[in-house]
């Protein structure tokens, strides 16, 4: 056996046909000379970082993260800072961090991405003792994950976020102040804050466009829109990724501190946590071995996907 010690982390739910996925992972892992992989299941309890902690403690070299949003996180707080790389095998909807990846929904592409053998160590942010690795949001951006309804993704996918933020456009904006690096607070009037170290969103959109997943520093959107006209403007700026998006301050920063007037909803990497007033965020630089697809130097983490799927064909 030729291939690193494996296990996979999986949620149930989001795995259509368990015993379908089982076949593929561990044939393509034994056709390569890989060993057998462990499987992990997560729990309503533990979605995900307890199985990966003792993955790890079983042996395992990689670890596939295979779920939605929470079971990635989860997966990613538990393996930031060691030498276990993570391998993403998106499920039910996919997640961010493969829609990052160029992965979409299907695990076979994921799969090919671990054999082919990039690897690129990543920075990570962090808020309290949990990770994130795509973005960190208050406001809008959570508000429309929160009205968005898992019957509604399964039927249409990422098209169904467009329904969960139609029902807050013209909800109130905040009262916020928002401290970089230890500077002085910069008072805001903003509907959402975006912290980023990759850019992209559900469906490919790049909101962060200068995102690098490596550079010690983490993106700062702050959006502003204050009725339709500008959630247009905005919007069609980003579609067409323009340099100068109306509506919207960015800034890089190790240290992001943002403190609302009001609990606000919040998400990391596309997973709601509890509402709060204040979130208080910083990096960890190149704290997570990520399985990447090849070249794995390239800014963007999705170079060159199309051409991985089309191999992954033959899984």
């Keep these: ?67 939605g949003d929470g079971t990635v996180t989860a997966v990613v707080t538990a393996l930031a800072g060691t030498k276990v790389a993570l391998a993403v095998l998106p499920a039910g909807t996919g997640n961010l961090l493969a829609a990052n990846l160029g992965l979409g929904s299907d695990p076979a592409t994921g799969l090919q991405v671990v054999l082919e053998g990039g690897r690129r160590r990543i920075d990570v942010g962090m808020l309290d003792d949990r990770c994130f690795v795509v973005m960190a949001g208050m406001g809008f951006d959570a508000q429309m994950l929160e009205g968005t309804s898992e019957t509604a993704k399964k039927h249409i996918g990422w098209l169904a976020y467009l329904g969960g933020g139609a029902k807050h456009l013209m909800d109130r904006p905040m009262r916020a102040r928002i401290r970089l690096d230890g500077g002085a607070p910069m008072p805001r009037r903003p509907r959402a804050v975006i912290v980023g170290n990759v850019g992209r969103l559900q469906g490919g959109v790049r909101l962060l466009s200068k995102a690098e997943p490596d550079d010690g520093r983490l993106n700062v959107a702050i959006l502003s829109p204050a009725n339709l006209a ?5 919007t069609w700026a980003v579609l067409r990724r323009q340099d100068r998006v109306p509506l919207m301050e960015t800034y890089t920063a190790s240290r992001v501190e943002i403190y609302s007037n009001r609990a606000q909803a919040r998400q990391l990497d596309g997973d709601l946590i509890a509402p709060g007033k204040v979130m208080k965020i910083h990096v960890r630089p190149k704290a997570l071995l990520l399985c990447v697809p090849q070249p794995d130097a390239d800014p963007d983490l999705a170079y060159d996907a199309d051409a991985v799927a089309d191999r992954a064909e033959n899984l």
Excluded: I
């Design 230 to 234: 500008h959630w247009a403007a905005l």
């Design 1 to 67: 056996m030729t291939g690193p010690r494996s296990a996979v982390v999986f949620n149930p739910v989001k795995v259509a046909d368990l015993d379908h996925l089982k076949r593929v992972v561990g044939g393509s892992l034994a056709k390569a000379g890989w060993p057998v992989p462990r499987w992990y299941e997560t729990t309503a309890e533990d979605p995900g970082r307890g199985q990966a902690k003792q993955a790890m403690a079983d042996g395992a070299e990689l670890v596939f993260a295979c779920g």
